[in-house]
């Protein structure tokens, strides 16, 4: 006899994730013959770097197809606790032991999310955010509470914000800058009065700093470099975005002691480790800084050359919402004064954009602002131009 497939309880409230379902049309379209546009996906356009793929492929030859510890190999944990240490006063003294290697950062955030929370816990989300964090917070049986920040400070939240919607229940507090959607950074001065917030109310923070390297003014502030004490803090990093990396999946807690002991033992039940020559090509890319900080230098410069020729674009368009992304690679504007009385604008115009005109961008739905979207600038540079120019044609003509 065959089962029925009823989704577990543990899936109950999963939703796919739109980053991807728009990615995947995206391919559709094209696999069709399509000319598509893709600003959809949150990924590098670029290769790794070669000295990277080198030192992969010569650990690959050298043996590493084996398991390794499940936490990670130890050098590379080593290279993560000194550049924490190099950080900043919460990061002086972290260890290989308050590190873990996972399978991306996403496996962190998972890892951190399902040891630190369950049922009947809230855990504050600044939104919009990563469609992930609702989704991983959910699978950890706690709740997701959804914190708007302001249009005039680029939608970051404030110190008031958490304290608005904190509750006895509240346990956790997810933060993300430079901040998927929308490319703001927080100051040290913003970060470190949330930290300060945390600290004093007992929360845990999940400081997620994947784009702490892609910032236009340098780079952006790190928890560990302004917090008080990390004792309530897992911060959260990888090599995917700033080293080009992202098929590699590499990604790593810094949390205290007892923390990525947990995190460990649920990760040895999970997926055990990330690939052996994956572990050692993150080796290198930490442990050759200086080629490193050229490599992610040149990218980000790039990065910043396609966002000034786009922001160009909105400029003719000035009543068109939008946050003025200091770091990430996305832009995100307000769409839904030109579908005015529609509940998911965002939606609606994607639809229009990708069928219509070949242009793939995210619905703000996905990080639970409906009336925006989201465009990727991790793609050429004369694609970002024809993108957003067809997106803002296609505004201006349903004004
Ligand atoms: N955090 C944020 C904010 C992201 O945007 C992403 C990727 N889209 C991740 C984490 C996951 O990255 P990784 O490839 O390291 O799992």
Same mark, same amino acid.
């Given at each position: 006899?065959?089962?029925?497939?009823?989704?577990?309880?543990?899936?109950?409230?999963?939703?796919?994730?739109?980053?991807?379902?728009?990615?995947?049309?995206?391919?559709?379209?094209?696999?069709?013959?399509?000319?598509?546009?893709?600003?959809?996906?949150?990924?590098?356009?670029?290769?790794?770097?070669?000295?990277?793929?080198?030192?992969?492929?010569?650990?690959?030859?050298?043996?590493?197809?084996?398991?390794?510890?499940?936490?990670?190999?130890?050098?590379?944990?080593?290279?993560?606790?000194?550049?924490?240490?190099?950080?900043?006063?919460?990061?002086?003294?972290?260890?290989?032991?308050?590190?873990?290697?996972?399978?991306?950062?996403?496996?962190?955030?998972?890892?951190?999310?399902?040891?630190?929370?369950?049922?009947?816990?809230?855990?504050?989300?600044?939104?919009?955010?990563?469609?992930?964090?609702?989704?991983?917070?959910?699978?950890?049986?706690?709740?997701?509470?959804?914190?708007?920040?302001?249009?005039?400070?680029?939608?970051?939240?404030?110190?008031?914000?958490?304290?608005?919607?904190?509750?006895?229940?509240?346990?956790?507090?997810?933060?993300?800058?430079?901040?998927?959607?929308?490319?703001?950074?927080?100051?040290?001065?913003?970060?470190?009065?949330?930290?300060?917030?945390?600290?004093?109310?007992?929360?845990?923070?999940?400081?997620?700093?994947?784009?702490?390297?892609?910032?236009?003014?340098? &780079? !952006? $502030?790190? #928890?560990?470099?302004?917090?008080?004490?990390?004792?309530? =803090? +897992?911060?959260? /990093? %990888?090599?995917?975005?700033?080293?080009?990396?992202?098929?590699?999946?590499?990604?790593?807690?810094?949390?205290?002691?007892?923390?990525?002991?947990?995190?460990?033992?649920?990760?040895?039940?999970?997926?055990?480790?990330?690939?052996?020559?994956?572990?050692?090509?993150?080796?290198?890319?930490?442990?050759?800084?200086?080629?490193?900080?050229?490599?992610?230098?040149?990218?980000?410069?790039?990065?910043?050359?396609?966002? &000034? !020729? $786009?922001? #160009?674009?909105?400029?003719?368009?000035?009543?068109?919402? =939008? +946050?003025?992304? /200091? %770091?990430?690679?996305?832009?995100?504007?307000?769409?839904?004064?030109?579908?005015?009385?529609?509940?998911?604008?965002?939606?609606?115009?994607?639809?229009?954009?990708?069928?219509?005109?070949?242009?793939?961008?995210?619905?703000?739905?996905?990080?639970?602002?409906?009336?925006?979207?989201?465009?990727?600038?991790?793609?050429?540079?004369?694609?970002?131009?024809?993108?957003?120019?067809?997106?803002?044609?296609?505004?201006?003509?349903?004004?």
């Amino acid at each position: 006899m065959s089962p029925v497939f009823v989704p577990s309880s543990n899936i109950a409230l999963l939703r796919e994730s739109a980053t991807i379902a728009v990615s995947q049309r995206a391919k559709a379209l094209k696999a069709a013959g399509r000319q598509v546009i893709d600003l959809g996906a949150g990924e590098p356009d670029f290769d790794t770097p070669a000295f990277i793929r080198d030192a992969a492929t010569a650990a690959l030859n050298a043996g590493a197809t084996r398991y390794t510890a499940t936490e990670g190999i130890l050098p590379l944990r080593e290279a993560i606790a000194a550049q924490a240490r190099a950080m900043g006063p919460a990061g002086a003294d972290v260890e290989a032991l308050d590190v873990v290697v996972s399978n991306g950062s996403k496996q962190s955030i998972f890892n951190a999310c399902t040891v630190l929370f369950g049922p009947g816990d809230e855990v504050l989300v600044p939104t919009p955010s990563w469609t992930s964090y609702y989704e991983i917070v959910q699978l950890a049986r706690a709740e997701p509470v959804e914190v708007r920040g302001a249009r005039e400070r680029d939608l970051k939240v404030t110190r008031a914000d958490l304290e608005a919607a904190a509750t006895p229940k509240t346990r956790g507090l997810m933060l993300n800058s430079p901040c998927n959607p929308t490319g703001a950074v927080y100051t040290a001065a913003e970060l470190r009065d949330l930290l300060d917030l945390a600290h004093e109310r007992g929360w845990w923070v999940l400081s997620d700093e994947i784009y702490r390297r892609i910032c236009y003014s340098g &780079d !952006a $502030a790190s #928890a560990l470099q302004v917090a008080a004490a990390r004792d309530n =803090l +897992v911060v959260i /990093d %990888g090599v995917a975005k700033a080293y080009a990396m992202t098929g590699w999946r590499v990604g790593w807690t810094v949390a205290p002691r007892a923390v990525s002991k947990a995190m460990g033992a649920f990760q040895s039940h999970a997926t055990f480790h990330t690939a052996a020559a994956s572990q050692h090509g993150a080796l290198e890319a930490l442990r050759q800084s200086e080629r490193s900080d050229a490599e992610i230098a040149r990218m980000v410069a790039e990065y910043k050359a396609r966002r &000034d !020729a $786009a922001l #160009a674009i909105f400029a003719t368009e000035p009543t068109l919402p =939008l +946050v003025r992304p /200091d %770091g990430a690679f996305y832009f995100y504007f307000d769409v839904s004064a030109a579908f005015p009385g529609d509940p998911d604008a965002g939606t609606s115009f994607a639809k229009r954009l990708l069928e219509d005109h070949g242009v793939a961008m995210v619905p703000g739905a996905a990080f639970r602002t409906p009336d925006w979207i989201r465009a990727s600038y991790a793609a050429p540079q004369a694609e970002v131009v024809e993108g957003i120019s067809r997106a803002v044609s296609l505004w201006r003509s349903l004004q």
